[in-house]
């Protein structure tokens, strides 16, 4: 079984920062790929950014230049969101998910002023 399990959400003004962590344990055998998505009320889950097995990297247009994602040298299984420039649209419940397989519960971030 794995375990996902999020952290670092909270309130930030607009355009302040946050980091969210992310950290798989339990059964995990293989550099897999992590994934951060997000919910805001009313809308459907969206891919935020995403670092392949190999290293690859992908954001989400309305991400980019602002987010970075990053996996923990020491620590392969486990990512980082920093998020910068936020604004109130990125609030939301924030998802991550490992191997495409196992989510975590989510945390909230709340941008507003």
């Known amino acids: 079984q794995v375990q996902v399990v999020e952290s670092g959400g909270g309130l930030v003004q607009p355009g302040g920062s946050l980091r969210l962590s992310c950290v798989a344990s339990?059964?995990?055998?293989?550099?897999?790929?992590m994934v951060w998505y997000r919910q805001a009320p009313g809308k459907e889950r969206e891919l935020v950014a995403r670092v392949s097995g190999g290293g690859s990297i992908n954001y989400a247009d309305a991400v980019k230049g602002r987010f970075t994602i990053s996996r923990d040298n020491n620590a392969k299984n486990t990512v980082y969101l920093q998020m910068s420039s936020l604004k109130p649209e990125d609030t939301a419940v924030y998802y991550c998910n490992y191997a495409n397989v196992y989510w975590g519960q989510g945390t909230q971030v709340t941008v507003s002023s």
């Open positions: 339990g059964a995990v055998f293989t550099i897999a790929s």
